[in-house]
């Protein structure tokens, strides 16, 4: 992990152009290739970021970052205020809590709940960056990145991208479809999710654990 404070410039360059003026601001950059850059402010969200992999050109006042898709994130450097690097080693990955863990361990006994002919490959598939909770295979034979959440929000997409995008660099696994499987999907993750082609599956735990709902059924 690079961690740089430095008065700077921010382009991006891609599907739409936006701009950053002049300011302080964190430059994240970490051991996959992934740049975010930071405000102080505004929660755990960057206001511009390259998702891995990329290529990294630096000099002293500019540094070009370049996806394989062509995008590029150009940062002009005015001053360096800090330069700090530290090797963090392998993350163990998010600790689920019970209900989260279970629900996990019951789609993936039951993988055609969240979508007809859905295989089971291998729960907590590591992707280099992190386990996706469940890699699956469809009815045609295509790998899906499912990520498992008590209540979807959009960090929780903003995950499944990450890993979707790190799964795809895999020629045995790509093209990667990525499924957002959760008891409850807030609106804005469900349209977040949307935009970026990821499947939204809501589950019912009770019924997973095989209880009976409590409506009054004819049959």
Sequence with gaps: MRLVIARCQVDYAGRLDAH????????????DGCVAIHADGGAYKPLNWMNAPNRITEAPDKWVVTSPKGETLTILIEEVISDTSCELGIDPGLQKDGVEAHLQEL???????MGDGLRLVKREYQTGIGPVDLLCRDAEGNAVAVEVKRRGEMDGVEQLIRYRDRLNQDPMLRPVRAMFVAQQIK????????????????VDYDALRG?????????
């Design 20 to 31: 950053l003026p002049m300011a302080t601001r964190l430059i994240m950059v970490k051991a």
């Design 107 to 113: 789609l993936a006994a039951n993988p055609e709940t």
């Design 187 to 202: 609106p804005q993750a469900r349209t977040f999710a949307g935009d970026k082609e990821i499947d939204c599956v809501e």
């Design 211 to 219: 209880i009976e709902s409590n409506e009054l059924r004819l049959f």
